[in-house]
């Protein structure tokens, strides 16, 4: 999660979409991508309680 920002930063203006596992499954990562306007293809922890789509 640490590394996101920093790597998000460097790619959020030459993707259209993140495709990433369970780990990046987290609101405030989702949220970053959303407002970037870049689809979150991330597969739902089995514990969270929220769909976020």
């Known amino acids: 999660m640490k590394g996101f920002g920093p790597l998000f930063g ?3 203006d030459r993707i259209e979409a993140l495709l990433a596992d369970k780990g990046y499954d987290a609101d ?4 970053e991508l ?3 306007d870049v ?3 991330i597969p739902t922890k089995s514990n969270r309680r929220i769909d976020p789509a």
Do not use: C, D, G
């Open 10 to 12: 460097m790619l959020a």
């Open 28 to 31: 405030a990562i989702r949220q």
């Open 34 to 36: 959303a407002k970037a």
């Open 39 to 41: 689809e979150a293809v």
